[in-house]
Nanobody, 126 residues
Framework: QVQLVESGGGLVQAGGSLRLSCATS????????MGWFRQAPGKEREFVAA????????YVAHYVKGRFTISRDNAENTVYLQMNSLKFEDTAVYYC???????????????????WGRGTQVTVSA
């Protein structure tokens, strides 16, 4: 089975930065497209960013575009989410997810991801 473990969350001031990491194991990491999702209290889990198997194609949600960057290091079996210019509304639990199939342009659909980490808390103070 595939295991995903997120790290790097914490408390930051508005305007600050964090880098989240997602370490993977159990399968060939390069065979999976990867995504980041987040869930704030009382809200549905929403798409943040995704990256293709090779790392050559990335997607970001409009509400984080220009501030967040997704990347991956297949040699280290790790995917990253660099979060800059953080806002209070970015406060949420951030989840890493892996897709074992080619999901094409449907990268923002939670149902198409097969494996999920337990999440890491990001809190941005006003």
């Amino acid at each position: 089975q595939v295991q995903l473990v997120e790290s790097g969350g914490g408390l930051v001031q508005a305007g600050g930065s964090l880098r989240l990491s997602c370490a993977t194991s159990g399968r060939t990491f390069s065979s999976y497209g990867m995504g980041w999702f987040r869930q704030a209290p009382g809200k549905e889990r929403e798409f943040v960013a995704a990256i293709s198997r090779s790392g050559g194609v990335t997607y970001v949600a409009h509400y984080v575009k220009g501030r967040f960057t997704i990347s991956r290091d297949n040699a280290e079996n790790t995917v990253y989410l660099q979060m800059n210019s953080l806002k209070f509304e970015d406060t949420a639990v951030y989840y890493c997810a892996a897709a074992s199939r080619d999901i094409g342009s449907s990268y923002s659909l939670k149902v198409l991801y097969d494996y999920w980490g337990r999440g890491t808390q990001v809190t941005v103070s006003a």
